[in-house]
C-alpha cells in the first residue's frame, strides 16, 4: 500500500524567502512522486515529477524538490517566494504501473508583503 | 488545445437522489481518472477507465460507478446521494503507456447535497 503525509497544513513564509514544503511517502515499489498545485477555484496543476534517473527534479515556476530514498521524503523547495506562489500545493505519490495516485491532504503556503 | 473540460460546474442536489457528472479529456489522452475531493482535504481516487473499462478502483462504495464512451469521455454516476458526497469532483485525462503519470487535471464539478 502506498501513503503520503504532508507534514504541516500550513505554512507562512515572506515575500523573497524560502519555500520549504514538506512530503513524505510510503510506498513498497518503487515510487513515482508528484507535486501538484491547486489555486481557489481550479483544478490541479503539475508542478513537477519524479520518475527514474536524476534525483532533483525541476518544474515550473521556480520550483524544485528532490527525492531522498533512504529517508522516504520528496520535498518541495523554492529559493525566492512571490506572492503568485500562495496556493495549496499536493504531494502525490503512483505506482509504478501508473493505475492509481494517492495525494497528501495538503499544505496551504501563505506569502507575506 | 482545449483541455480537460468538466460540467456543470455547480450542482445541487437533495439527499438520495442521482447525480451524473462530465468530463472530456485533453486532445489525444485516452485515459480518465476520476477523484473526490472534500473540504480540506486531498482528493481521493474513486476509478479510472480506459478502453471503456474500469481499470482500478479506489476504496469507494457501488454507489459511484462510471462510464467511458468511445470518444474516451467520462461519466461520474453516484446514486442515493448522502450529506458526505458533498465534494469537488476532479476529472483527469492522461495517454495510455504513460497511466497516471502525467495527469492533467479538469477545474472540477462542485457537488452540494442538502
Known amino acids: 500500500a502506498q501513503s503520503v503525509t504532508q507534514l504541516g497544513s500550513h505554512v507562512s513564509v515572506s515575500e523573497g524567502a524560502l519555500v520549504l514544503l514538506r512530503c513524505n511517502y510510503s510506498?513498497?515499489?518503487?515510487?513515482?512522486l508528484f507535486w501538484y498545485v491547486q489555486y481557489p477555484n481550479q483544478g490541479l496543476q503539475l508542478l513537477l515529477k519524479?520518475?527514474?534517473?536524476?534525483?532533483l527534479v525541476k518544474g515550473i515556476n521556480g520550483f524544485e524538490a528532490e527525492f531522498k530514498k533512504s529517508e522516504t521524503s520528496f520535498h518541495l523547495t523554492k529559493p525566492s517566494a512571490h506572492m503568485s506562489d500562495a496556493a495549496e500545493y499536493f504531494c502525490?505519490?503512483?505506482?509504478?504501473?501508473?493505475?492509481?495516485?494517492?495525494f497528501g491532504a495538503g499544505t496551504r503556503l501563505f506569502v507575506k508583503a | 488545445d482545449a483541455g480537460v473540460t468538466q460540467s456543470p460546474t455547480h450542482l445541487i442536489k437533495t439527499r438520495g437522489q442521482q447525480v451524473t457528472l462530465r468530463c472530456s479529456p485533453k486532445s489525444g489522452h485516452d485515459t480518465v481518472s476520476w477523484y473526490q475531493q472534500a473540504l480540506g482535504q486531498g482528493p481521493q481516487f474513486i476509478f479510472q477507465y480506459y478502453e471503456e473499462e474500469e481499470r482500478q478502483r479506489g476504496n469507494f462504495p457501488d454507489r459511484f460507478s462510471g462510464h467511458q464512451f468511445p470518444n474516451y469521455s467520462s461519466e461520474l454516476n453516484v446514486n442515493a446521494l448522502l450529506l458526505g458526497d458533498s465534494a469537488l469532483y476532479l476529472c483527469?485525462?492522461?495517454?495510455?503507456?504513460?497511466?497516471?503519470?502525467?495527469?492533467?487535471f479538469g477545474p472540477g464539478t462542485r457537488l452540494t447535497v442538502t
Open positions: 519524479y520518475t527514474t534517473g536524476a534525483t
Open positions: 483527469a485525462s492522461s495517454r495510455s503507456g504513460q497511466g497516471s503519470y502525467e495527469q492533467y
Open positions: 502525490a505519490v503512483s505506482d509504478t504501473g501508473g493505475f492509481k495516485t494517492i
Open positions: 510506498s513498497s515499489v518503487p515510487p513515482y
